[in-house]
């Protein structure tokens, strides 16, 4: 019986064509992504320097805006608060120099820890113990706590920095009819100072008042030295005198621009935000395609290591038995 040696031919190179493709894929996947993520690098420097220019320069009276009513004509209307507004530039505290002055002339309350002096780069905290300003479960300020904020303002009043006056409580439940909680307690006490201050001649455009409860406490609640500490007024003194105007989209994009004067429609600010939503979304799209071609060839690779063993059936021939690797026996 003769025996025919069959040659069988194995492609070592498959993986090939597979690589070969996540490649291309990959490659335009980056194009895609290169491409959608340039920008107007000049205009960009541009509104940057802008909007930089508007919040780092001291405080002014802007030009009023001419608005077009339903009527067709111009109406010129102050961007600031109103017609009372002072135009003289703001004068701005030196926080450092301001705290070492606090710090001589409260020596002996920072001494006995019923007030604490910090400040960092945009704040000066001035934290002032609850026991020295009120009395148990009350909002009316003790004779203390008036002459301490009467000397307070006369370092506060001559400056614009804004000023914020946040209470605070420990965790124990009040019983009281006239604060139904902690929270009313602690915001009728930052009120209270409020009020101090403004008496005292510290204008109230500066001044506003938070209540934060028993919520943000700095000790233990547990222990009587902990509520105390938590029990306190803190004035955050900012070290900028910011000028708060209302704006909507259009005006800040104005007010944006190299010139002040050359505004954009609304319909350039509609196809700006569209462009910008249409590069998030095309963005998005790619990366997702990508990972499902990623995901549908790994499997594909998978199926492929994973497949049956071959089995070879014998087939009688008029010559012998024929197998599938073509011996005949």
């Known amino acids: 019986m003769r025996r025919r040696q069959a040659s069988i031919e194995v492609k070592q190179d498959r993986w090939m064509v597979s690589y070969a493709d996540f490649i291309t894929l990959l490659f335009a996947f980056f ?64 926080l450092h120099q301001m705290e070492s002055e606090l710090n001589s002339e409260f020596a002996d309350l920072i001494n006995d820890e019923l007030v604490e002096l910090d400040s960092n780069e945009l704040w000066l905290e001035i934290k002032l113990n609850s026991n020295v300003l009120f009395a148990s479960a009350s909002a009316d300020a003790s004779d203390a706590a008036k002459s301490l904020f009467e000397q307070l303002a006369l370092k506060l009043r001559g400056y614009d920095n804004q000023i914020q006056v946040e209470g605070y409580t420990d965790n124990q439940a009040i019983s009281s009819s006239r604060y139904a909680s902690n929270w009313e307690l602690s915001s009728a006490r930052a009120a209270s100072i409020v009020k101090l201050l403004i008496n005292y001649g510290v204008r109230p455009q500066r001044l506003s008042a938070v209540g934060y409860g028993e919520f943000q406490p700095i000790a233990d609640n547990n222990t009587v030295e902990g509520r105390q500490q938590n029990r306190r007024v803190v004035l955050m003194i900012s070290r900028r005198a910011p000028e708060r105007i209302t704006v909507n989209a259009r005006t800040a994009m104005e ?26 979304e095309m963005r998005r799209m790619a990366e997702q395609r990508l990972l499902r071609e990623l995901e549908a060839e790994a499997a594909a690779q998978e199926q492929e290591q994973s497949l049956p063993p071959l089995i070879l059936q014998p087939q009688a021939t008029e010559e012998g038995v024929l197998y599938s690797n073509d011996e005949i026996q």
């Open 255 to 280: 007010m944006a621009s190299k010139d002040g004067k050359s505004f954009l429609s609304q319909s350039e600010l509609n196809r700006e935000a569209s462009r910008a939503s249409a590069i998030a």
């Open 31 to 94: 194009v895609v992504m290169y491409s959608i993520s340039q920008l107007n690098e000049a205009k960009y420097k541009e509104l940057s320097t802008s909007l930089n220019a508007i919040f780092t320069s001291p405080a002014r009276k802007p030009n009023p805006i001419a608005l077009e009513s339903a009527s067709g004509s111009i109406i010129p209307i102050e961007q600031a608060g109103g017609s009372g507004a002072s135009s003289s530039p703001s004068l701005v505290a030196d």
